[in-house]
C-alpha cells in the first residue's frame, strides 16, 4: 500500500520563477494538506484541499496556491519565488477534512538561488 | 492562535544516556501529537494523546500529558545513535483537521 508520494524529491529554481510541487495521497485518503518547513524548525501549515477545494489557508501570501483534482491528488504552485522561499515542502493526507491522522510525504526540497 | 514551545531546542547525548524533551502550549491543547523525522524524510507520527494525565509508552519511548492539557513530555530511555532525529510535537484539531507544529528538539545520540 502506497503511502503519500510527492515529487520531484529535488528542485533548484532562480528568484522570480514559478514552481509546481505534486502530492498523491495514500489510498483511501481524500484530504490533501502542505506544510512548509525551514530548515531545524517545525513544519507551517500552507493549505488543505478537500473535494477539489481550498478549505483553510494558513498564513501564506497569495503567491502560494493549489489545486486538488478528482483523484485526491494534489498541486502546489508558488509565483515570483524569492530566497526565502526555499524549504522543504511536506505533503500530507487524511480522510475527512477534520481529521488530524496525517500520514506525510518524504518531502520536495526546493532551493531558490 | 496556539503556540508551541519545545525545549530544548538541541540535545546531544551519549549513547544510553536518558533525555527528556518538553513541549508546552500558550492554550489548552485539544489533542497532542508526538513526531519523529529523519533528515530527507517526512514526519512520522509516534503518538497521540487526547486525555489530561495520560501516560502511553512505546518501547523505550514514554509520553506524558499534563494534567490541564497544556503541557507534554517525551521521554526516552536508554537513548540509541538509531533516536536521532528531530522530534516534533503537534496540536490537531478535531473542528478543522489542521494542525500546529512546535519548533522541534534535534537530538543527536553518539555511539
Known amino acids: 500500500d502506497a503511502g503519500v508520494t510527492q515529487s520531484p524529491t529535488h528542485l533548484i529554481k532562480t528568484r522570480g520563477q514559478q514552481v509546481t510541487l505534486r502530492c498523491s495521497p495514500k489510498s483511501g485518503h481524500d484530504t490533501v494538506s502542505w506544510y512548509q518547513q525551514a530548515l531545524g524548525q517545525g513544519p507551517q501549515f500552507i493549505f488543505q484541499?478537500?473535494?477539489?477545494?481550498?478549505?483553510q489557508r494558513g498564513n501564506f501570501p497569495d503567491r502560494f496556491s493549489g489545486h486538488q483534482f478528482p483523484n485526491y491528488s494534489s498541486e502546489l504552485n508558488v509565483n515570483a519565488l524569492l530566497l526565502g522561499d526555499s524549504a522543504l515542502y511536506l505533503c500530507?493526507?487524511?480522510?475527512?477534512?477534520?481529521?488530524?491522522?496525517?500520514?506525510f510525504g518524504s518531502g520536495t526540497r526546493l532551493t531558490v538561488v | 492562535t496556539q503556540l508551541l514551545e519545545q525545549s530544548p531546542q538541541f540535545l546531544s547525548i551519549q549513547e544510553g544516556e536518558n533525555l527528556t524533551v518538553y513541549c508546552n502550549s500558550s492554550?489548552?491543547?485539544?489533542?497532542l501529537q508526538w513526531y519523529r523525522q529523519e533528515p530527507g524524510e517526512g514526519p512520522v507520527l509516534l503518538v497521540t494523546v487526547v486525555t489530561g494525565g495520560e501516560v502511553k509508552k512505546l518501547k523505550r519511548l514514554t509520553f506524558q500529558f499534563g494534567d490541564a492539557r497544556k503541557d507534554s513530555s517525551l521521554h526516552i530511555t536508554a537513548a540509541q545513535p538509531g533516536d536521532t532525529g528531530l522530534y516534533l510535537c503537534a496540536s490537531g484539531s478535531s473542528n478543522t483537521g489542521k494542525l500546529i507544529f512546535g519548533q522541534g528538539t534535534t537530538l543527536q545520540v553518539k555511539p
Open positions: 492554550s489548552v491543547f485539544s489533542s
Open positions: 484541499y478537500y473535494e477539489e477545494e481550498e478549505r
Open positions: 500530507a493526507s487524511t480522510r475527512g477534512s477534520r481529521n488530524y491522522g496525517y500520514t
